[in-house]
């Protein structure tokens, strides 16, 4: 058995080919995985193997170093069924536990395929990461709506709101970028840097204005290019509580309607949160409660 890593776009396309294999509910084109597999931005930088026994890869594994936080992020790990419990997937997960440097099963904050490991479609993959001094720190859940059957105009009513909420175009490029900078996820400031230049002039989301001052963002059509693909969303906590964060939401809702997307769904929402009670009332449902997962050695 060699772990070799993955240097060559003709090893990207036998990696491509093994994920969809194993993870066959993620319905990503080779395009999603190289936009992962190819990281190598600021401090990001995705590290990539794979396991081969006479020439037929049997193993994959990939994570995103950051290297300034010190921190690893692995974005999946696999191993083909035929091949388990002969510490093929031991092997891969090794090349990735750097020295003194955190090292988590979740999905890398500038990006990312699956968001944590769900356990009821994959119970040995929690008992081999609990078996090599991983525990559970988090939950990440995933939650969808059918858009065939959203209906806007059952949300409108006759409030009056001192805000505005406005489609996002040029002007408020900027501002956007200064939002986003405060939330606590300083890193939905580069994915969004990334995606308005990957879809110039295409539809990225909404914002909410007082006093021609941007206080909240909803996006859309920003990781991975996926139009689908609901997030992030930002309100400024000084204007919290005033529904910003549901009319933002529902004016994405109805753009993505309009643009022929069938669902919209977001990959993680955080457990507990007034935000998921709050996409539950707009029609919401989970579909996916994954374990976020830390290496304690």
Same mark, same amino acid.
Do not use: P
């Given at each position: 058995?060699?772990?070799?890593? =993955?240097?060559? %776009?003709?090893?990207?396309? +036998? %990696?491509? *080919?093994?994920?969809?294999?194993?993870?066959?509910?993620? +319905?990503?084109?080779l395009k999603n995985i190289n936009q992962i597999l190819n990281t190598n931005i600021n401090n990001y930088k995705t590290v $990539?193997? =794979?396991?081969?026994?006479? $020439?037929?890869v049997v193993g994959i594994i990939s994570a995103t170093v950051l290297e300034e936080q010190k921190s690893v992020y692995i974005n999946f790990i696999g191993v083909i069924e035929s091949y388990r419990r002969q510490k093929v997937g031991t092997s891969l997960l090794n090349k990735i536990l750097y020295n003194s440097y955190s090292i988590y099963f979740s999905g890398c904050p500038n990006g990312y395929l699956i968001p944590g490991l769900d356990e009821t479609k994959y119970p040995i993959g929690l008992k081999f990461? +609990? *078996?090599? @001094?991983?525990?559970e720190i988090d939950r990440a859940i995933s939650m969808k709506i059918d858009l065939r059957t959203f209906k806007y105009y059952n949300f409108i009513n006759n409030e009056?709101? *001192?805000?505005?909420i406005k489609e996002f175009n040029d002007y408020y490029y900027l501002d956007v970028l200064e939002l986003l900078s405060v939330s606590d996820h300083k890193e939905w400031k580069d994915v969004f840097i990334k995606a308005y230049i990957d879809n110039s002039k295409k539809h990225l989301g909404y914002v909410a204005t007082y006093d021609n001052k941007v206080i909240g963002f909803a996006g859309f059509n920003i990781v991975s290019c996926d139009k689908e693909r609901f997030g992030p969303i930002y309100v400024s906590d000084n204007f919290r509580g005033? !529904?910003? @964060?549901?009319?933002?939401?529902?004016? =994405?809702?109805?753009?993505? +309607?309009?643009?022929?997307? !069938?669902?919209?769904?977001?990959?993680? @929402?955080? $457990?507990?949160?007034?935000?998921? !009670?709050m996409y539950e009332k707009i029609g919401f449902i989970m579909y996916?409660?994954?374990? =976020?997962? !830390?290496?304690?050695?």
């Open positions: 058995m060699k772990i070799i890593k =993955v240097t060559s %776009f003709d090893n990207y396309q +036998k %990696f491509y *080919s093994l994920f969809k294999i194993m993870f066959t509910e993620f +319905k990503y084109n $990539n193997y =794979v396991a081969i026994e006479n $020439n037929t990461f +609990k *078996s090599k @001094g991983f525990i009056k709101y *001192s805000y505005e005033q !529904k910003i @964060g549901k009319n933002l939401t529902l004016s =994405v809702l109805e753009k993505q +309607k309009e643009l022929g997307c !069938k669902k919209s769904y977001f990959l993680w @929402g955080e $457990n507990n949160s007034i935000a998921l !009670k996916s409660n994954m374990s =976020v997962l !830390k290496y304690i050695n």
